[in-house]
């Protein structure tokens, strides 16, 4: 199954990213540069998933764009995230 949740990035003043997921409660990352921290964003909601599906707990519906307080020179990007139920499984 596909899931795919907004995340904010902001550049720090000594040039690293730091994000975090609105509607993933406590997913935050940090990385040296953009591309690594959606890397880590990408790894981090897809173990904050894990859990909660595998709790049974209902996820959070997704934010749209226009919803999220952003700060000026914040960036917002997509992440998606496969999640693979039982082995061999396919969309």
């Known amino acids: 199954m596909k899931f795919i949740y907004p995340a904010v990035f902001h550049r720090e003043e000594d040039g690293t ?3 975090y997921f609105p509607d993933l409660e406590d997913c935050a990352v940090r990385g040296e540069t953009l591309e690594d921290a959606v ?6 909601a897809e173990a904050w998933l894990a859990v ?3 709790e049974d707990v209902p996820l959070p519906l997704i934010s749209d764009h226009k919803d999220i307080p952003v700060r000026e020179g ?3 990007r997509n992440i998606c995230i496969t999640v693979r139920f039982y082995e061999g ?3």
Not at 39 to 44: F, K, V
Request: aromatic residues 12%; charged residues 50%.
């Open 39 to 44: 890397d880590e964003a990408h790894d981090a």
């Open 89 to 91: 499984w396919d969309e």
């Open 52 to 54: 909660e599906l595998e």
């Open 17 to 19: 990213y730091t994000g």
């Open 74 to 76: 914040d960036e917002i």
